[in-house]
């Protein structure tokens, strides 16, 4: 496996369900991110971790709990989302977080609250 | 905050033709500017980047302009393929917040 990867590509879930959306990069980075891309919206940064510790969380409701084990896995943890929060989640790594380079995104999952 | 605006939102060119999208940018802190291009069922991808002590770069049919005084920033691409057709987005990287903005994204649409 190359790049960055994320399971599951599609899921669709209840509101109240609990799932875990997760990341994998295999390029050797140590900042990995969390956006939500939502129809006709720009790209949102939900949170940033660098070296497994998180650096931004952008005043993102608590029903979304990141975890950064080690610096090649992220997770997303979900439970009691709301229809509004149906999405593309996006995962990004960058070399380092807070400077100014490349981000490489993973595929996406998308996300569908019933 | 930075504020990134990006036009136009939709951008329909024939075959061949030369394509640009324009990005505006509040900060003049920002000092990094990417564009990504994101086809369908995929996540974006990087296909051209500049730094702010530099006004253009150009790789293949893909170019990009900077004007730091004005604060913008322009894709362009020459002789457009079908397989140009995607969305393409812009960001500034805000070195104070430590962090990218995006813009809204284009759909370029390129007719063979």
Redo the contacts between chains.
Sequence with gaps: ETG?TQTPRHLVMGMTNKKSLKCEQHLGHNAMYWYKQSA????E?MF?YNFKEQ??NNSVPSRFSPECPNSSHLFLHLHTLQPEDSALY?C?SSLL????????????TRLTVL | GENVEQHPSTLSVQEGDSAVIKCTYSDSASNYFPWYKQELGKGPQLIIDIRSNVGEKKDQRIAVTLNKTAKHFSLHITETQPEDSAVYFCAAYNPNAGKSTFGDGTTLTVKP
Excluded at chain 1, 97 to 108: I, Y
């Design positions: 960055v006709k919206k720009p790209l940064l940033v650096t931004e996006l990004a977080a807070g400077e100014g380079n490349e981000q490489f995104f993973g595929p996406g």
